[in-house]
């Protein structure tokens, strides 16, 4: 039964970074095979990955925000966040934190948090 919740300010002037928390309850994000996942939605876009943190502490990054993104993770916490360096108003989305997890019948992103909308404007 794990839940996942976004929560972060909704809007962002341009150059200044963005800050998302994903607060999980029902499970432990240490838990084996499980990588913990930030997604977003923009129009025109469809859901693009941004990366994830994995239940050993590494990371990976999409090529379309890698230097900008950073993922981290606080296990006394159960969290983890989601830090986007520059922004723009490209990076205008619904911002998703979900987990991914590896199983022998097949690997899927299983849960999901409601998103949180963040605008970049000027």
């Known amino acids: 039964q794990v839940q996942l919740q976004e929560s972060g300010p909704g809007l962002m002037k341009p150059s200044q970074t963005l800050s998302l928390s994903c607060i999980v309850s029902?499970?432990?994000?240490?838990?084996?095979?499980?990588?913990w996942s930030w997604i977003r939605q923009s129009p025109g876009k469809g859901l693009e990955w941004m990366g994830h943190?994995?239940?050993?502490?590494?990371?990976n990054y999409s090529p379309s925000v890698k230097g900008r993104t950073s993922i981290f993770r606080d296990t006394s916490k159960n969290q983890f966040s989601l830090q986007l360096t520059s922004v723009t108003p490209e990076d205008t989305a619904v911002y998703y934190c979900a987990r991914y997890e590896i199983r022998a019948l097949g690997s899927q992103y299983d849960s999901w948090g409601q998103g949180t909308q963040v605008t970049v404007s000027s």
């Open positions: 943190i994995s239940y050993d502490g590494s990371t």
């Open positions: 029902g499970g432990s994000i240490t838990t084996t095979y499980s990588h």
